[in-house]
C-alpha cells in the first residue's frame, strides 16, 4: 500500500507541476494532494505543522493567482476581453511550446483589448499588464509546485 502511495503522490506532484503552467488544471491543490498522500503512507510524515502552513500557502497562492492578473490588467487600463483572451491565448500557446505558452497570454490579451474597441497603444498596454499578472501567478505556482516536490524526493532520500 506505500508504494502505491508513493507512486500516486509523485504522480499527483508531476501532474500538479504541469498544472502550475496549464489553466485547466488545478496544479498546485493536485500537488499538496500528493504530499497528503506521501504523509499517510506509513514510511513518511510530515509534522502537522508543515502540512498547515503548506496548506495555507496553497491557498493564498490560488487566490493570488485570480487576484494579481486582474489586478495587473486594472491597473494598466484594460478589461475583462483581455483577461479572457490572455487566459485563451495561454491554453492555445501551451500546444505550441514554451515560445506559445510565453507569448500566447499577451497575444491573446491584446486581441481581446482589440475586440473591445481600444486603441492599439492602449491595448498594448493593458495586454502587457495581463501578461505580466499571468506570469507573476504563474511563477508562483511553479515556486511552490516545486517545493512541494522537493520535499517529497528529500522524504523519499532519507527512507
Known amino acids: 500500500m506505500d508504494l502505491f502511495l508513493i507512486i500516486i503522490a509523485g504522480l499527483l506532484l508531476l501532474t500538479g507541476f504541469i498544472g502550475a503552467i496549464v489553466p485547466i488544471l488545478p496544479g498546485i491543490p493536485l500537488s499538496y494532494l500528493g504530499i497528503i498522500l506521501l504523509h499517510l503512507s506509513s514510511i513518511v510524515q510530515f509534522s ?3 502540512l498547515i502552513i503548506l496548506g495555507v500557502a496553497v491557498v493564498v497562492v490560488q487566490l493570488l493567482d485570480f487576484i ?5 490588467t486594472k491597473k494598466t487600463g484594460g478589461s475583462k476581453a ?3 483572451g490572455s487566459v485563451i491565448g495561454l491554453m492555445v500557446g501551451f500546444f505550441m511550446g514554451p515560445w506559445g505558452i510565453i ?5 491573446g490579451a ?3 483589448e482589440l475586440l473591445v474597441g481600444k486603441t492599439s497603444q492602449k ?3 493593458a495586454a ?8 507573476t501567478g504563474t511563477i508562483l505556482k511553479l515556486a511552490l509546485a516545486g517545493i512541494m516536490i522537493y520535499y517529497y524526493i528529500e522524504a523519499l532520500i532519507k527512507i
Open 123 to 125: 491595448a498594448i498596454k
Open 110 to 112: 491584446l486581441i481581446g
Open 128 to 135: 502587457f499588464g495581463t501578461f505580466l499578472g499571468l506570469l
Open 82 to 84: 483581455g483577461v479572457r
Open 48 to 50: 502537522s505543522g508543515f
Open 103 to 107: 507569448t500566447g497570454p499577451f497575444i
Open 68 to 72: 494579481i492578473p486582474v489586478w495587473g
